[in-house]
């Protein structure tokens, strides 16, 4: 028998797929990594399920690959050779909504959107809002500690998670964290497993804390600058002036040239840089006329301000053409480093000297409250994976970040893409300690090996 | 040669402190525990002493008890026999302050205030405002997970920390987290050393994060209910509105009339309780008065909103007079639990019951918004520790806040005190998870030994 009947035994046939097609389906996220060929996928539908699959790999030594939705841009769920995926998409209820609490329990296959259309229904939300929030699961957010367009008023996953159930490499259950708003007892072991990319342990349960929604629609602004310095110093202007915005993302040139070219937005010729800011609080309204102020302070050659749903939904609707009308000029690499706010601007003029002297194409968007950058390399459709003078822009851009004090990853995570450029972030001690740490919870090496250390 | 003559040679005699008297004041902290009988204390001035603490007694097996302003609940940082007690309350340099980035370097021994004071000077605040921030340390802060009044609104200490810097037991030096807002490569060390009470690894420097202070002083209501059931409706309906407050505070009747003994401020025969809460927001006056309202909605017999800077001190007074006024009546023990927001009105009628079926006055305040009460139990104040009856009904409360999905502990810590309880929250899995992870660190179990796990 192999060792894959076994666990076809004790699961049922319905629960693992071994169609060489299905599971290549499963294989994949959304980078350009060739997967490997797995035994086969776990479709779990409760908590046992991935006990006994747990078990069933340790005994057998087979890597197991936690999987959400497959959106990862970081290849963290790619299915390796001889691995099982274990997919948590089916595991889709939402055990508890307690408005009094402010809290839900969830879990992991539930679709971010879902949660956060169930919390609106009692006038709250689920704040984490990656761009991905249709397609992807609180349990792949938790795992990799997500961001999105909120998190510069609201935090990122990380700051939403109180408490998980996880099985262990073993087949323990650890329960961590609380349904409280805080509690000191232990160590912080939720905080350990947000953003470990299924390497420590299968999160199979959630409780997620939910925020009041805004009871007004928010108001937005939009500003066009003639130098992305002067975009840059504008963030910094807003930022120190304590306006919190809810969302303040920036649109390079080239960014803005793809949407330009796809819907025709007359696009000025001497813009080099967009700001797309909203506020989300009662005096909304207020706050972002005093951020257009900023931005006009700051050299803005245009600045429009909206409070209407529809104006609005038009100027976040330029933001969310962003990454279609790249796709539309090409196949798309999208990365993803962090700096000090400040420097942002040094950063994005690092990426676009990058392109030039690379000969490559990149069209940049920033969540720029919190110094977090997309550079997105475009390259030839036809291609299966990035040319080498791809990579060789974005090695420099990675270590201009970290020269900068910044980070390779702000949200996507490290995966299989990053690792190669980990060790110039972590120093010897701390890849030690990560290392040391991966042993207590996964002595065999079992869980998701290769990836995210 | 003793032990600790070596540590002498190498620190010069100068840092380390062998006079018993002075030793015996920096073993004990504000509980009532019986320090032990340290061999020393070691007043740090410098990385390097740390350094060479650590590896002094890894050599001589020594247990190391870090230790900050000493004002710590929870007998975490507690002089125990033959331990040496290591000092950071002498390293307060604040290494950087980056307005532009929203970030402040600090060494350990920073006085909360002073960094808050710092901030200020740049129109931007340190968040975290335990009560003790004019006497406790930055260090402390970040090894309790300080809470505060401010965190309803922004967070606790975790909340606040982007990266440290830890010499580990064996003197290796480790740097966490980054100066980024965000940032995902690795596992979150960070957030394992907030809250760890010294025992994994001693902060020697931290990048902690600074928001933007409020503009205008902050309006603030107070409202007197006759029952408690009502306060806490109120507490509920105004997070659930969506309000956002920036303090929120709840005073019991046994609270409020230790503070009428003392200062006459007309307490009414039917007041079982009282809330005071804060908007420190631009547009906070509309905000208190909406919370004025619902309170109003939910029973209250009297509320009273200002904006006045004087007003806002006398109400904030009150709350600020509680601990005081008890310490008038007799010894107290202050207990820290916290409940998911909803039961607040279930625990503190618990509290109350406790108090009656123990015979023992237990007064309370709570941080409402977050669920966070403190019972703080009175007894004679010649006692040298709280006596048996203030134990048992101790102990009711904690067995009651576990029942109600709490915690044991919201911001002070398990320490010494709590340690006989922890089994009662943690599962055998966790407990076991954690002593593991303590050995990662701590191999020869020579950091803070006995305390938190
Ligand atoms: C169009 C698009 C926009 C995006 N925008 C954003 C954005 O704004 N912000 C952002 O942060 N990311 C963004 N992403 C990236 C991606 O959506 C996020 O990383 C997301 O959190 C992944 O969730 P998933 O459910 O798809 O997880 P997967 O891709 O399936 O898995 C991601 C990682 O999580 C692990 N994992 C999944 N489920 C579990 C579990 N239950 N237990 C343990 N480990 C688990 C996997 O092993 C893997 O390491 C975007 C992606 C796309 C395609
Ligand atoms: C009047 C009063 C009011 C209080 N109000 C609050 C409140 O509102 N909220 C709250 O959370 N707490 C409160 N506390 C408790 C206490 O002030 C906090 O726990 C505080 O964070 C302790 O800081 P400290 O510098 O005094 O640390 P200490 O008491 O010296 O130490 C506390 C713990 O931290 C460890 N430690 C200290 N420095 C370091 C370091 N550099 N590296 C590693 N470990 C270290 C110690 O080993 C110990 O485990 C209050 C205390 C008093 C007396």
Chains 1, 2 share one sequence.
């Not at 839900?104 to 006038?123: M, N, S, W, Y």
């Not at 330009?260 to 706050?287: F, P, V």
Request: charged share 20%; glycine share 10%.
């Amino acid at each position: 028998m192999r060792p894959i009947d076994a666990l076809v035994n004790s699961l049922s046939e319905a629960r693992v797929v071994t169609d060489p097609d299905v599971i290549d389906s499963y294989a994949r996220d959304r980078t350009f990594v060739e997967p490997g060929k797995p035994l086969g996928v776990v479709l779990a539908t409760s908590r046992d399920d991935v006990v006994t699959t747990m078990k069933w790999a340790g005994e057998h030594r087979v890597p197991v690959v936690p999987r959400g939705g497959g959106t990862g841009l970081a290849g963290a769920s790619i299915g390796t050779d001889g691995s099982i995926i274990l997919s948590l998409h089916k595991m889709t209820a939402i055990k508890e909504l307690s408005p009094a609490d402010g809290i839900a329990v969830v879990e992991p296959g539930v679709i971010t959107a879902d949660l956060d259309k169930a919390a609106r229904k009692h006038g709250l939300m689920y704040a984490p809002d990656p761009s991905s929030y249709e397609i992807s699961t609180i349990g792949g957010n938790l795992a990799t500690n997500a961001g999105g367009l909120r998190c510069v008023k609201y935090g990122v996953t990380r700051d939403s998670a109180l408490g998980l159930e996880v099985v262990l490499a073993d087949g323990r259950i650890l329960d961590t964290g609380r349904r409280t708003m805080k509690g000191v007892t232990g160590y912080d072991l939720t905080g350990l497993f947000v953003g470990s990319e299924g390497t420590l342990g299968v999160i199979t349960s959630a409780t997620v804390r939910l925020r009041p929604a805004p009871t007004a629609p928010p108001a937005t602004f939009a500003a066009e600058f003639g130098s992305l310095r002067d975009a840059g110093a504008a963030v910094s202007a807003i930022m120190a002036a304590g306006c919190q915005p809810s969302l303040m993302e920036l649109l390079d040139r080239a960014t803005l040239a793809a949407i330009d070219e796809w819907r025709n937005i007359g696009l000025e010729s001497t813009t080099q840089a967009m700001l797309i800011g909203q506020s989300d609080a009662s005096d909304g309204q207020a706050m972002v006329e005093k951020m257009e102020r900023i931005c006009a302070e700051n050299g803005a050659s245009f600045v429009a301000v909206s409070s209407s749903p529809e104006e609005t939904e038009e100027l976040i609707g330029l933001r969310r053409l962003a990454y279609g009308a790249k796709e539309r000029q090409g196949a798309c690499l999208v990365e993803d480093v962090c700096v000090p706010r400040s420097l942002l601007p040094d950063m994005i003029t690092a990426i676009e000297a990058a392109a030039v002297r690379h000969g490559v194409r990149i069209a940049t968007v920033a969540h720029a409250g919190d110094g977090n950058v997309h550079p997105v390399f475009i390259f030839d459709h036809g291609a299966v994976e990035p040319p080498p003078e791809v990579w060789a822009a974005a090695d420099e851009v990675f270590k201009h970040a970290l020269k900068l004090g910044g980070t390779l990853t702000g949200e996507h995570g490290v995966g299989l893409l990053k690792r190669r450029w980990l060790a110039l972030e972590a120093g010897p001690v701390a890849s030690e300690v990560q290392r040391s740490i991966k042993a207590v919870f996964d002595p065999l090496g079992i869980l998701n090996p290769g990836k995210a250390i």
